[in-house]
């Protein structure tokens, strides 16, 4: 899908915006540009940002959301390293803890190695789509920094 | 007659605090995952690839979850590169693998893997034993929890084919 560059979202203000109000919220951020957008949004102990292990943020995710099935879970993680771990995906459909939410920021590129393409890129993989078919209903696109309000309430609303 | 070690090693489990066991399935741990699915306390987590447990244990432990991993040989491939989260972040995790491709193997595609998943393991600093005998199984067992939980390392226990009964080609 072409995206208008005047509306493209900028990475740091999406995540800053997601966690501005995450209260008690736990934090996975994968390999790459997540761990800085995380890291830049606040550096508190509340996150666990990865700089190896690629493929593995969502897997995280789920063992700490069963572990603390009280508390959110939010990996937030991109394309890149969400597509080394994409059978993940599956294990997390199959067994849905209540507290788990996944982000991508999908910039369609290995943004660590220079940009290069990764699957999503030109119309490629739909990751929200892969989602949904591994049984995450409530899987959505989102494109604008106006939706990006809607996205946190439904991130913050298991709180 | 005495009891298969799957109830000893199952019995390990609930006297040191296992949470999770995450597993890719094989037949030699087949009555270990019928008893840890009958158990309400246990969280049995079936993943697409071993290496999803590895970084499961680590979500795990961040939530004050003691874990154990399931595979076969062939798994520990999988593992490799994820295994570094272990090392890097001290993460403590037991490993009980069923060999494949070692004694009186008969598929030869299970023996690369099967010969070099003790060196791949300790290439990547998990302590690894290996029970040759089914007397074997539950003491190694004993040995790698505490090993692992107290001093913060992975550690694995390869069960040989002599303790599971090679599988042969007819079955």
Redesign the interface.
């Known amino acids: 899908m072409a995206i208008d560059s005047s509306t493209r979202l900028d990475r740091r203000e999406v995540v800053k915006a997601l966690l501005r109000e995450r209260g008690e919220m ?1 934090v ?1 951020a994968g390999l790459g540009a997540p761990s800085w957008d995380a890291a830049a949004a606040g550096d508190v102990p509340l996150n ?1 940002p ?1 700089w ?17 099935p009280k508390r959110p879970v939010l990996v937030l993680t991109g394309d890149g390293e969400l597509l080394m ?1 994409l ?2 995906l ?2 997390v459909g ?2 849905k803890p209540a507290n788990l939410s996944i982000v991508v920021l999908d910039n369609e590129r290995y943004g660590e190695t220079g940009m290069q393409n990764s699957h999503t890129a030109a119309g490629g993989v739909n990751l929200a789509a892969v989602a949904v078919a591994c049984g995450m209903e409530r899987s959505s696109l989102v494109t604008r920094m106006d939706q990006v309000g809607a996205l946190c309430k439904d991130l913050h609303s298991m709180q | 007659m005495s009891t298969h070690w799957s109830e000893g090693v199952f019995a390990l489990f609930k006297q040191q605090g296992i949470r999770q066991v995450s597993l890719v399935p094989d037949a030699g741990h087949s009555r270990l995952i019928k008893l840890c699915e009958a158990d309400a306390d246990l969280r049995l987590v079936r993943l697409t690839t071993e290496e999803e447990g590895i970084a499961l244990a680590v979500g795990a432990w961040l939530g004050g979850d003691k874990s154990v991993l399931l595979m076969q040989s062939s798994g520990v491939g999988n593992c490799i590169n994820m295994l570094s989260m272990l090392a890097v972040c001290q993460i403590p995790l037991t490993m009980l693998i069923t060999m494949r491709g070692d004694w009186s193997e008969f598929n030869p595609w299970q023996v690369p893997m099967g010969q070099a998943a003790r060196s791949v393991l300790e290439a990547m600093g998990v302590l690894v034993s290996a029970a040759q005998q089914e007397g074997e199984v539950v003491p190694f067992t004993e040995g790698a929890l505490r090993i692992a939980y107290n001093t913060f390392r992975p550690a694995a226990v390869l069960i040989g084919q002599r303790v599971l009964g090679a599988k042969t080609f007819m079955e």
């Not at chain 1, 190896?52 to 603390?68: K, R, S, W, Y």
Request: aromatic letters at 8%.
């Open positions: 736990l996975i666990f990865l190896g292990g690629m493929g593995g943020a969502v897997a995280i995710g789920l063992g700490l959301a069963i572990a603390q771990g059978g993940s599956a294990t199959v067994y």
